[in-house]
T-cell receptor, first 114, second 114 residues
């Protein structure tokens, strides 16, 4: 069974600094996708970035990048130049090849300090 | 393009009642998934519908059911509500299948059972 672990329940980061959010996963399926979502206090899940298990390069989307280490089964999210609006819960999720079911980690709450 | 919409946004029900939540996916998306989010259990997959057929189901009791209409709109029903059903219910739509398909979430329906 697939499993996602986010070991950091919460963290503070200074505005304009970079922050790394940890995510490790476990699956026996060779084909899978890894996702990061942001959830502000409003509740909506906002898609940030995707990494496929066969992708050779780490994914990047603006200030977000994904540090994918397949052998270690980790998919850490790096947010560069943090902004106050980045304060939110961040979830790592995985989907195996069949269907659209996402398995989520427990989330990391990020608070950006001015 | 309009995003995923969910109605109602907030709902208060009494134990024993039943409730129906609605989700309208992004235009052209045929897959709709439902998730339950609680502080204790986190984000858990309920079920996925694709072209009016349930394609995947999570580990929830039979009180939780859903359906999808020909226009891809989906409804989720919970019968005989329990206090533990209080949660944020999120639906997500996807236009593709497989591991590369992003899922776009709606704002959620916050259900409170008293």
């Amino acid at each position: 069974a697939q499993k996602i672990t986010q070991t950091q329940p919460g963290m503070f980061v200074q505005e304009k600094e970079a922050v790394t959010l940890d995510c490790t996963y476990d699956t026996s399926d060779p084909s899978y996708g890894l996702f990061w979502y942001k959830q502000p206090s409003s509740g909506e899940m906002i898609f940030l970035i995707y990494q496929g298990s066969y992708d050779q390069q780490n994914a990047t989307e603006g200030r977000y990048s994904l540090n994918f280490q397949k052998a270690r089964k980790s998919a850490n999210l790096v947010i560069s130049a943090s902004q106050l609006g980045d304060s939110a819960m961040y979830f790592c999720a995985m989907r195996e090849a069949a269907g659209n079911k996402l398995t989520f980690g427990g989330g990391t709450r990020v608070l950006v300090k001015p | 393009k309009a995003g995923v919409t969910q109605t109602p946004r907030y709902l208060i029900k009494t134990r024993g009642q039943q409730v129906t939540l609605s989700c309208s996916p992004i235009s052209g998306h045929r897959s709709v998934s439902w998730y339950q989010q609680t502080p204790g259990q986190g984000l858990q997959f309920l079920f996925e519908y694709f072209s009016e057929t349930q394609r995947n189901k999570g580990n929830f009791p039979g009180r939780f059911s859903g359906r999808q209409f020909s226009n891809s709109r989906s409804e989720m029903n919970v019968s005989t509500l329990e206090l533990g059903d209080s949660a944020l219910y999120l639906c997500a739509s996807s236009g593709r299948t497989g591991t590369m398909a992003e899922q776009y979430f709606g704002p959620g329906t916050r259900l409170t059972v008293t």
